[in-house]
């Protein structure tokens, strides 16, 4: 559809920063009624932020918004609705405890209108006093979407809504949006895939580094396009830089070995083989199941199907306890859930070797300074803050979480996105402990957001999106480049394509 | 009918718990009877209040641990009001009670909403600050109450065919039910649910969650000096000391229903429980069990309902 006349919604120059962290310089969009429009970037490029500042969560630093000719500055996402413009997120925004007419008494929704776009959007059997607890994901994702819609907005956000939806509801949800967006309404549309923005979206506006790089029309192959502008200079960087080749070690027997594992809809039947002495990167777009897939091996989550073997025999891992003592760690993305931030350096490191109910006893203290001593130098900690572990900056904790294993001999470590936020001195320095502890023996897999730490840490890489396997790459093609379009699970078509089958 | 006991199926069971306390009560004492359930109604006016006052601030996401303090507060004031303006000023006394009461509340809710403070901490906090604002109100028993307003809690209702029934039971129902019904009509009503349900789903479907969560307590301030209100009825004088009313109203609202996690639960439940553990006690004491057994006993019945009340809230968050 053309988009014609003055644009409905219009941002700016829009800048944000956290502390001395720049999220977003000069980020802006522009849309028409009648048209929709995707919101693309890699992770980090500032799109949740950019999100936020348009559906009124946060306020922006510099820059303008105007929504139907007038500036705005929505106070809260209740001014933001009051202007016309209605997000629907990844998460149903719908109270759990309220049954479903009470959920749309609270934000002043016209039952009528909603029942008409339930059925349209293909739910037919909801009634209004269920409670919303009982419901399914994918239902939810209907309501929330209905809601949204019977307000009638201006501009609608939709961000992630068919992730985890069953693939019927998918082209029900895509039918109904590019319907509203004919009817003359306005959609901000943000997905991970490509064929969805190929189905229904006008035009693509790209983010990088917080600022917008690009605005082109949606036509057939776009996507090599996008990809390039969501990498930007890194692209020629990347191969002009001689890049530090990995150190392959001698890599062993199979040690951690995952068939078909299925986790609560949200990963599905992914299986590999990690061998000792190799790094296994993972790579994945936000919400791919990486964090359930991460869960599920470390015991934190029980698995709806499949199995995880170690050294070739089948384990239960009910809970961490069981993955611990199958010689697993995890090391989670979030430092604060594995540090006891208060303590002393030397008490997290040594935590681990007490944990155990029958070491519960007197500490072997010598002992135990000297391998805290000896974990502390490997990993050059700054030790000027020893005495409280919140203290140090995000990089040594992260050191921390890391080198405690170290300490206690670790068989399979699980990194979780070990160097997001901490500077790149740091970043290679947790690198060389990743091949130091694959070097002696260990098998670590390596979960990264940040796609060019692949090639310098990682002997191997999966690609994980929609909670599959979808592709599998060898350390000398793991350039930024490759991984991204793996991520956005277009290297898996071009495959399908390749063998013959319909794209 | 199904449905409705599918969804309800807690406070019916609380309704038969509470038949058959009543039976076993009549068995220890046959000649517990009209009378009986009279002085146990009275005597579970506070603790109704009390429990409604924290159900609203649990059902919200928080809890209200200075409930006790602020009803000693409601208590003298009303006391030493009455006293002061008589006959002729009982109602303007009632209103400023009131006013008091929510005014105490939403200082809490405040404190909480812009301290970021764990609401535990900020009403244990003013528990001692309440507890101290009633003692200068009176530093010891003191005040009075009008009589015609003492008459409202006492006896039967003098209608025929209700002459059975208590009058402090009809005020409870009256107020409490009048306070809640109201409530359960409002959207203010819907966004203490909502808030107390999941606060970032409210916050997106565009509840203001402070003001939301400071009227709560305001509200549950409100229930709190109503009940001091009611315990200087009953006693004739305001008692600056407060009672046992935390852990009370704390046992009531679980065994009630009211999940601690907040978002879930009513009032007809957690009033059921309250005359359910009153009767608890009175079967104890007429058993002539030695009173600091029946302490025990009834601290004992307190942390098992709140343990499991804390268990099936985790199992349903869970699922």
Known sequence: ???????????????????????????????????????????????????????????????????????????????????????????????????????????????????????????????????????????????????????????????????????????????????????????????????????????????????????????????????????????????????APVQAGTIGPPQLELRGLSVAGRVENVSFTLRAGEVLGVVGLEGQGQDELFDAIAGFRRPDAGQVLIDGAPVRLRDPADAIAAGITLVPGNRAEALAMIRSVRDNIALPGVARARNWGAIPMRAEAARVQAAVERLQIDTRAMGEVRRLSGGNQQKVTIGRWIAHGVRTLLLFDPTRGIDVRTKRQIYQLCRDLAAQGAAILYYTSELAEVEQACDRTIVIFGGRLVDEIPAGEADEAHLLRAAYGLTARDRETAAGAPA | MRRFLARHYWVTGLAVLFVLMLGLTRIIQPGFGISGLESVTRAALPYAFATAAMSITIIAGGIELSVASMMAVGGTLSAVLMAKWGVAGTVPALLVVMLAGAAMGAVNGVAVVLSRVPDIVVTLAMMYVWGGVALLILNGPGGTATPWLRE?????????????????????????????????????????????????AAFRSGVAVGPTRVAAYAIGGMLAALGGLSLTLSTGVGEPIPGPYLMASVAAAVLGGVALTGGIGGILGPVIAVFILRLARLDLTLMSVDPNVTTIVEGTIMAVVVMIGGLVALREKRR
Request: glycine residues 8%; charged residues 25%; contains cysteine.
């Open chain 2, 152 to 200: 409202l809690i006492l006896g039967q209702v003098p209608l025929p065919g209700l002459r059975w029934l208590p009058q402090a039971a009809l005020v409870m129902a009256v107020v409490i039910g009048g306070i809640w019904w109201s409530l359960r009509r409002s959207k203010l009503g819907l966004s203490i649910y909502a808030i107390g349900s999941d606060q970032t």
């Open chain 1, 1 to 243: 559809m053309a988009a014609t006349g003055d644009p409905i919604l219009k941002a700016e120059g829009i800048a944000k920063s956290f502390g001395a962290v720049r999220a977003l310089r000069d980020a802006r969009l522009t849309l028409h009624r009648g048209e929709i429009v995707a919101l693309m970037g890699a992770n980090g490029a500032g799109k949740s932020t950019f999100v936020k500042i348009l559906t009124g969560a946060l306020r922006h630093d510099g820059g303008e918004i105007t929504l139907n000719g007038r500036p705005c500055r929505f106070a809260s996402p209740a001014a933001a609705r009051r202007a016309g413009l209605i997000p629907v997120y990844q998460e149903p925004a719908l109270i759990p405890d309220l049954d479903v007419a009470m959920n749309l008494r609270l934000g002043g929704t016209p039952v009528e209108a909603f029942l008409a776009r339930v059925r349209e959007l293909g739910v037919d059997d909801l009634r209004l006093d269920d409670m919303i607890r009982a419901l399914p994901l994918a239902t939810l994702r209907i309501l929330d979407i209905a809601r949204a819609l019977a307000a009638e907005p201006d501009v609608l956000l939709l961000d992630e809504v068919t992730a985890a939806l069953p693939t019927d509801l998918v082209k029900r949800v895509l039918a109904a949006v590019r319907a509203e967006a004919d009817r003359g309404r306005a959609i901000i549309y943000i997905s991970h895939r490509f064929s969805e923005i190929a189905d229904i979206c006008d035009r693509a506006t790209v983010l990088r580094d917080g600022a917008k790089v690009g605005d082109l029309a949606v036509e057939p192959g776009i996507e090599e396009e996008v990809v390039e502008l969501m990498l930007g200079q890194k692209l020629d960087a990347a191969t002009q830089v001689a890049r």
